[in-house]
């Protein structure tokens, strides 16, 4: 479980290091960073909503 937690900071930095990339690439007009940071993003939440249902699954299980 001390893994999965890990693994869930790791995906919420990923998320506000993506953000903050967005931001300086709009700010900057850096349309390259943009897109890249919106694909690793989306990337992330992704895999971020699939370790909190795989938690959830191991919760409900005896």
Do not use: D, S, W
Not at 4 to 24: E, R
Not at 33 to 55: H, N, P, Q, T
Request: a positive charge; one cysteine or more; hydrophobic letters at 50%.
């Amino acid at each position: 479980m001390g893994k999965k937690l890990a693994l869930n900071v790791l995906y919420n930095i990923g998320i506000f290091v993506c953000l903050a990339l967005a931001y300086y690439g709009f700010e900057h007009t850096r349309y390259e960073y943009i897109a890249g940071a919106v694909f690793i993003g989306a990337v992330f939440v992704i895999l971020k909503i699939r370790l909190l249902k795989e938690i959830r699954n191991m919760q409900k299980k005896p």
